[in-house]
C-alpha cells in the first residue's frame, strides 16, 4: 500500500553529456562492463535547506533527454517541478499543483522514439506527466495528475479519480498511439492509466485519460476494478492488497496492453490489520492485464510462496493455535520489502522484481525476478497460467540484505535493477515471518544491476558514492515505529519505501533515491541511532541523483559520459492551477482528520507478539 501520505516535491531534471556509440551486437555476457555512475548531486538543491526531509523519488526521461525527478516532503508541501540539462545542476523548483496537499508522487512521460536523442522539440509532441495523493473534489485522498508539455514549465493538474473511500499509493503509466508519436497530436493521442488502491475493500483499481490528461474516465469503483471477478487472485486479494506498480507495452507483439501488479497475503492473516498493519507475510504477487484499455483484466499469478501454492487455499500450517498470537504459523515468506516493481521492454517480455527470503542462500532478502514472455500469461518458463516457476535472483549469493526494488526496460530482453543493499544479513522473526531489524552498523549502498539476458545473468555497479544510510529498514510502512514489543521487526522508515531508476532514448540509467548523507558528521556515523539521521519518518533526508556515465545502455548503446538533454524550444510560462469547480472541495483539514481516523484504526488492530495467552 502507498503508506506514507506525506507531501511530495518534484524537481524536474534533464540529463547531462553523452556520446553514444550504437553497438550493433551485445559483447558476450562474460565481458559485459559494469555500469559506471556519475558524482552524486541533489536533485532537490535548489530548495536549500527547506528540502530537508524529501524522499520517495521517482524519475522519468522525456524524448530529448531530459530527466524529471519526483519526490515527496510533508504533509502540508506541495510539490516543485525542476530540470538538469547536465546530470549536475538543476532548475529553480516549480510547483505543479500548489494548491494541492501532496503525497506518493509519480510520473511517466509520452512514448519515447527509439534511437538517439531528438535533435527538436515541437509543443504537443512530447509531455511529462506528474501525478500524486491530493484533495479532489470527491474527497482528501484522491488522485491529482498534471500535465506538461513544455518540459516542466506550466503545468494543468487535473483530479484523476474519485473514490468514496480514498485512495492510497497510486502509480502512473502512459502510452501514445504509435501513429501519432514524434507528431504535434502525439500528446491529444496518448492514454494515462493510474493503478491504486482504496481504504475500505482494498481492491486494486485503475483510472484511465484517452488524452493525455485532459480528462479522465473509469474514476469511480467498481467500474475500475482491475482484478478478474472470480479469479484465484482476487479472490486472495479480499481486503488486503499492496498496489506496486502500472506499466504498458509500448512495442512488440502486446503493444498497448496495459499491466498493474500487486503483492496480497492469504486471508486468514486478514484479522491482524491486513496492508495497515503488514502483520502477516505477504506470500504471493498477482498481475492483471487489459488489452481494451482497462475495461475488463485478466488476472495471473507472478509468485506463490512454495508454502502457499495453490491461493486462494490457505497455506499449510506449521502449527494451529487459536490461543497464541498468529493463531496460525507457516513457513511463508514476506514479498513486501517494500514495493514489488514492473517494466516491460521494447519486444513486449514483462518483469517483475520483488524482495524475498531466499532459504536456499543463506536465508537473505534477495532480489528475485520473475520474466513472462507471452504477455504475462505464463511466468519463467512455466504451462500453468496459476503455477509460476523458479524466478531469478538478481544479485550474488551471500550478498547481503536488499530492499526497495525499481526496474526500467529497455530491447528485448534489456532491463535496469536498482535497489539498496547492505552487507548485513537478517533473519525473519517469529512474528509473522517479517524481516527482523539490521544493527546500527549496517550502512546502505545504492546499487543498478544489469541483464541483457531476459533476467537470467545480471552485472551490476555502484550507483551512490557515499554510504546514503545507517541502521535497519522498516518495511511495514505507516505501521512503522510500532513494531510488537519483542518481534525485533524493523521499524526505522528514513529511507521510507520506495525510489527510482528511468532510461532515456540514450539507453543510459538515471537513478534517484533518498538519502541521509549529509547528517553523518560528528558523531552520527555508524553504530551510533539512526535517529540522529532525521529518524523514523526522514525529516532530514535529501533526494540524490546520479546518470549513468558508462557500460551499456539498454537499447545495445556504449554509453561515454551523463547523457545530454535539451533546451526546449518553449519559453517557461508561470505554473498554472487548473481549479475543479463542478462540487466543491474539502478543506485541507478534512485530510488530517482523514489521516487521524486511519491512524486510530491502524493502533486498534490486535498486532503484539505471538504468544500464547497463558504465557
Not at 514495493?339 to 543463506?362: C, E, K, M, Q, S
Not at 520473475?370 to 551471500?398: E, F, K, L, R
Request: hydrophobic content about 35%; charged content about 15%.
Amino acid at each position: 500500500m502507498g503508506r506514507r501520505l506525506l507531501g511530495s516535491v518534484v524537481a524536474l531534471g534533464c540529463l547531462a553529456a553523452a556520446s553514444l556509440a550504437a553497438v550493433p551486437t551485445i559483447p558476450g555476457l562474460a565481458a559485459t562492463p559494469a555500469p559506471g555512475f556519475s558524482a552524486n548531486v541533489k536533485a532537490d538543491a535548489g530548495l536549500g535547506t527547506a528540502g530537508a526531509g524529501d524522499n520517495e523519488p521517482q524519475v522519468t526521461v522525456d524524448e530529448t533527454g531530459d530527466a524529471y525527478v519526483a519526490w515527496q516532503t510533508s504533509l502540508t508541501t506541495p510539490a516543485y517541478v525542476a530540470r538538469t540539462l547536465d546530470g549536475t545542476h538543476f532548475d529553480t523548483p516549480k510547483t505543479p499543483d500548489p494548491l494541492k496537499t501532496d503525497a506518493d508522487v509519480m510520473m511517466a512521460t509520452t512514448t519515447l522514439p527509439l534511437g538517439p536523442d531528438a535533435a527538436t522539440f515541437t509543443p504537443g509532441q512530447s509531455a511529462v506527466f506528474w501525478g500524486d495523493i491530493g484533495v479532489t473534489a470527491c474527497g482528501p485522498l484522491g488522485i491529482r495528475v498534471a500535465t506538461s508539455k513544455d518540459q516542466g514549465g506550466s503545468w494543468a493538474p487535473a483530479d484523476a479519480s474519485c473514490e468514496p473511500s480514498q485512495v492510497d499509493r497510486p502509480w502512473l503509466a502512459a502510452y501514445t498511439e504509435p501513429q501519432y508519436r514524434g507528431t504535434a497530436n502525439a500528446v491529444a493521442h496518448t492514454w494515462l492509466y493510474t493503478e491504486h488502491h482504496d481504504f475500505a475493500a482494498s481492491n486494486i483499481y485503475v483510472t484511465r485519460s484517452p488524452d493525455g490528461g485532459a480528462t479522465w474516465q473509469n474514476t469511480t469503483s467498481p467500474a475500475n476494478l482491475a482484478e478478474q471477478p472470480g479469479s484465484p487472485q482476487q479472490l486472495t486479494s479480499i481486503g488486503n492488497s499492496i498496489p506496486s506498480g502500472i506499466a504498458v507495452a509500448q512495442r512488440g507483439a502486446h503493444a498497448g496492453r496495459v499491466y498493474a501488479i500487486w503483492e496480497t497475503s492469504d486471508n486468514i492473516y486478514n484479522a491482524f490489520g491486513g496492508n495497515l498493519t503488514q502483520a502477516e507475510p505477504f506470500d504471493h504477487v498477482f498481475l492483471s492485464y487489459s488489452d481494451d484499455n482497462g475495461s475488463t483484466w485478466t488476472s495471473r499469478s507472478v509468485y506463490n510462496d512454495p508454502c502457499a501454492p495453490n491461493p486462494p487455499n490457505p497455506p499449510a500450517p506449521l502449527s494451529v493455535n487459536p490461543l497464541a498470537i498468529p493463531p496460525v504459523v507457516t513457513t511463508c515468506q514476506d514479498s513486501s520489502e517494500l514495493f514489488n516493481a514492473l517494466a516491460v521492454d521494447d519486444a513486449g517480455n514483462v518483469y517483475v522484481a520483488y524482495i524475498r527470503r531466499n532459504n536456499v542462500t543463506g536465508g537473505e532478502y534477495d532480489v528475485h525476478v520473475a520474466v513472462s514472455t507471452d504477455g504475462g500469461d505464463h511466468w519463467n518458463g512455466s504451462t500453468n497460467v496459476n503455477t509460476p516457476g523458479p524466478d531469478h535472483v538478481a544479485n550474488p549469493p551471500g550478498d547481503g540484505t536488499h530492499y526497495e526494488p525499481w526496474l526500467a526496460a529497455g530491447a528485448d530482453g534489456m532491463v535496469d535493477l536498482v535497489y539498496y543493499r547492505t552487507s548485513e544479513v537478517t533473519g525473519a522473526s517469529v512474528d509473522f515471518n517479517k524481516p527482523q531489524a539490521t544493527s546500527n552498523k549496517a550502512t546502505w549502498d545504492v546499487y543498478l544491476a544489469q541483464s541483457f539476458d531476459h533476467g537470467q545473468t545480471w552485472t551490476r555497479g555502484k550507483v551512490s558514492d557515499h554510504i546514503v544510510y545507517f541502521g535497519d529498514i522498516c518495511s511495514t510502512g505507516i505501521f512503522c515505529g510500532q513494531a510488537p514489543p519483542g518481534s525485533n521487526w524493523a521499524n526505522d522508515r528514513t529511507l521510507y519505501d520506495v525510489f527510482g531508476v528511468a532510461i532515456g532514448p540514450d539507453g543510459a540509467a538515471r537513478v534517484a533515491w533518498t538519502d541521509a548523507r549529509d547528517e553523518m558528521t560528528g558523531a552520527c556515523q555508524p553504530g551510533a541511532s539512526p535517529a540522529c539521521e532525521g529518524g523514523s519518518g526522514g525529516g532530514a533526508t535529501r533526494v540524490y541523483f546520479a546518470c549513468q556515465t558508462s557500460g551499456l545502455g539498454l537499447h545495445g548503446e556504449t554509453i561515454n559520459g551523463c547523457p545530454h538533454g535539451i533546451a526546449t524550444a518553449v519559453e517557461p510560462s508561470p505554473v498554472v492551477q487548473t481549479p475543479n469547480t463542478s462540487s466543491p472541495r474539502p478543506a485541507p483539514g478534512a485530510l488530517l482528520a482523514v489521516l487521524g481516523a486511519v491512524a486510530l484504526a491502524v493502533a486498534a488492530y490486535p498486532v503484539r507478539r505471538r504468544r500464547s495467552l497463558g504465557a
